[in-house]
């Protein structure tokens, strides 16, 4: 017997290692590393970079300076724009939370074996191209528009109204609304994790539905909202696309701005200089909500 | 609504008298806790009744079991009772007054779940205090009555960890602090031993039943396993196929089975298929037996204990009396389960002797009385469980 096993495990042993240890581990680590470095760390290394060469007339030269950030921040238009785009950030991913959550805990309570496809329902949306969905707000809301028509057929105004189109309220409608799938997706995930006997254990001790909400199923999935409203922020936070079809003159933000500065303004170290601005106050923001994410909890 | 608010009247009397010792043994009043009246259960999407026309009566102060294999509606039966699931036809009456469609958090019922559900973002402490905190209890009353309650099932000292940082049956006893915390009328407790080990169970049943004695509250608890309903309860319903097979003592459960699927499932079983040959006569094909009493029907099942029969000289006397073959023996220790054929019938017996061997010729026999003529309902077979 003995004699047999060893006789088996011997060729296995003695099996030439082709490949050194080291290099196979780094070798395998190699994909992941790759991607760091080329989607994350060069293309930040070079915006930080742009952002502190010198623009002269399109130009760059690459005398390193502050000069960029500082013209930045003494202009008024720029804290202005970027007020602007941090409220409008902020209110459209906060109203995209109060009515995706709600939809997603009303889905998974209420619709039981349906609520795969009513989650699928509301995340359908997504399929479509992101200008046709933005498009279709412009549509709505224009001048010769639905809701226009529809007020107008209803004898509630005369003539067509202007001001439903291009403003900070419009951005702010139409990015909620881009906002609100992936901030469902991610609230549908958190509360589909809460087991049914937490809700009964708790009515059983004698809380009513709105105070097993308050004490059990909130704190539980408060972490996935949070990671839901991050997600929101950072997609809205940044477009540039929404602020330009639907925003008008008062809608711009940053965005814009930084599109303009790499294009037709043609002054790439401004650009970079936005961009890098915008990158640091999400990850302040993202700061700021990872407090909320944090769960001393184990779901069984 | 007379179904109590949790809140009111029992938490105050509550904190006066802190323990409300009842004597197991001494008489206690017929008020029934709880009673199913014609109650039916069928799930949507489902043919099949999960609970059919049941009526059941609990009474105050008692251990109750309801003892079933899976699949025979006893979950559901408690589910009822705690208003997680409503009846789709018949009547639940807690304490007397109709409690159907009554939500679970304004029953005076609490529940110890088979996962023992508790919060996992809450200390121990805290959610020992749910219930009180929900009742809106004032908070300097809460912190004694938790500790109490955490004493009560030996867990002091574990406040401030989390759930997630306890073990199985600290964790059950954490579920048994909390549910009985509020001190309701009432403890449901569905298959609460389920996921322990051997052992654990054990020391847990007895905490179990020495905590009813203790605080008094009427209890039901939901089993698979029949040594545990037979060693705590008062009385128990077996239960099968969605229907109650039988209602009583564990002792009379025992000894006088009412069906064949009761007889089977408690305990180990003969269970012979006779046709009446009247009066106290029967036979079962070739073996003619002397019977306890008269069967109502021509065709019937009587039921006999292995431990029932005698075997070898002493089995001369008694009215029923054989010669068998001995088939195959099982040992299992303290004795041996011998296989006794008697021209095609074929007995489970029980025998000390070491000198019976497989082919010897015994003799074996029972009083007539130690027999029970069972009611047809389908002998318990466990490849038949499940669902």
Redesign the interface.
């Known amino acids: 017997m003995a004699a047999s096993a060893a006789r088996y495990l011997e060729p296995v042993a003695a099996l030439p290692r082709r490949i050194p240890r080291p290099l196979k581990r780094f070798l395998l680590v190699s994909p992941a590393l790759v991607w760091i470095v080329c989607l994350i760390l060069l293309p930040n290394a070079f915006l930080i970079s742009y952002s502190l060469w010198k623009n002269e007339l399109g130009t760059i030269l690459h005398v390193w300076n502050v000069h960029n950030y500082t013209e930045l921040f003494s202009s008024q238009v720029f804290i202005t724009l970027l007020k602007r785009t941090l409220l409008i950030a902020v209110v459209s991913t906060t109203c995209a939370t109060l009515i995706a959550y709600p939809l997603a805990y009303v889905v998974v309570t209420r619709f039981g074996r349906y609520k795969t496809l009513a989650a699928l329902l509301i995340i359908v949306p997504l399929w479509v191209s992101y200008l046709m969905r933005v498009f279709a707000w412009k549509i709505i809301l224009g001048e010769n528009g639905v809701l226009n028509g529809l007020l107008k057929s209803i004898g509630l105004i005369e003539k067509p109204s202007t001001a439903l189109l291009y403003s900070t309220t419009t951005v702010i409608v139409t990015l909620t609304y881009v906002a609100i799938p992936y901030v469902f997706l991610a609230s549908y995930t958190s509360l589909d994790r809460v087991?049914k006997?937490?809700y009964?254990?708790?009515?059983?001790?004698?809380?009513?539905a709105w105070?097993t909400f308050r004490?059990?199923v909130w704190?539980?999935t408060r972490p996935g909202v949070a990671v839901g409203f991050a997600i929101g922020f950072v997609l809205t936070f940044g477009d540039y696309v929404t602020p330009q079809m639907v925003g008008g003159l008062s809608g711009t933000m940053l965005g814009s701005i930084v599109l303009q500065s790499f294009g037709t303004a043609d002054n790439w170290p401004q650009g970079a200089a936005i961009g890098v601005t915008i990158i640091c106050t999400g990850l302040i923001v993202l700061a700021l909500l990872s407090l909320f994410t944090r769960?001393?909890?184990?779901?069984? | 609504m007379a179904t109590a608010k949790?809140?009111s009247s029992d938490v105050s009397t509550a904190t006066r008298a802190p323990e409300r010792v009842e004597v197991g043994d001494a008489p206690r009043s017929r008020t029934n806790v709880v009673e199913l009246r014609g109650v039916s259960k069928v799930y949507p999407g489902s043919d099949e009744a999960a609970v059919a026309d049941m009526d059941l009566e609990i009474h105050e102060g008692e251990f109750f079991s309801i003892l079933g294999s899976s699949g025979s509606g006893k979950t559901t039966t408690l589910r009822m009772i705690?208003?997680?699931e409503q009846p789709t036809s018949g009547s639940v009456l807690l304490d007397g007054a109709d409690a159907t469609g009554v939500?679970?958090?304004r029953r005076d019922?609490?529940?110890v779940?088979q996962?023992y559900?508790?919060?996992?973002?809450m200390k121990v402490q805290a959610n020992v205090a749910?219930?009180l905190?929900?009742?809106g209890v004032p908070r300097r009353e809460i912190e004694p009555r938790v500790e109490e309650a955490l004493e009560r099932v030996s867990m002091t000292g574990f406040e401030k960890r989390?759930?997630?940082q306890l073990s199985g049956g600290q964790r059950q006893r954490v579920a048994l602090a909390?549910?009985l915390i509020?001190r309701p009328r009432l403890l449901l407790l569905d298959e609460p031993l389920g996921a322990l080990d051997l052992k654990l169970r054990e020391s847990m049943l007895l905490v179990l039943k020495h905590l009813q004695r203790q605080v008094g509250i009427t209890f039901i608890y939901v089993t698979h396993d029949q040594g545990e309903a037979l060693a705590m309860s008062d009385r128990l319903a077996v239960m099968n196929g969605g229907r109650i097979e039988q209602v009583a003592t564990p002792m009379e459960i025992y000894d006088r089975p009412a069906t064949s699927f009761v007889a089977g499932f408690i305990g180990k079983t003969n269970l012979l298929d006779c046709m009446h040959a009247g009066g106290l006569a029967g036979h079962a094909g070739s073996m003619r037996l002397a019977l306890p009493e008269e069967p109502d029907e021509a065709r019937f099942v009587l039921s006999v204990r292995p431990e029932a029969i005698v075997v070898g000289e002493g089995s001369r006397g008694l009215g029923n009396h054989y010669t068998a073959t001995v088939g195959d023996i099982l040992f299992l220790g303290h004795e041996r389960e011998v296989m006794a054929d008697i021209g095609g019938q074929r007995l489970m017996v029980r025998s000390n002797s070491a000198a019976v061997s497989t082919g010897d010729t015994i003799e074996i026999g029972w009083d007539p009385a130690d027999a029970v003529i069972v009611r047809e309902t389908g002998s318990w077979r466990p490849q038949q469980q499940g669902t």
């Open positions: 087991p006997h937490y009964e254990a708790s009515s059983d001790c004698g809380a009513s105070r004490h059990v704190p539980l769960l001393e909890a184990e779901i069984e | 949790k809140e705690a208003g997680f939500p679970p958090f019922v609490n529940t779940f996962n559900a508790l919060f996992p973002h749910y219930p905190k929900m009742a989390l759930p997630h909390r549910a509020g």
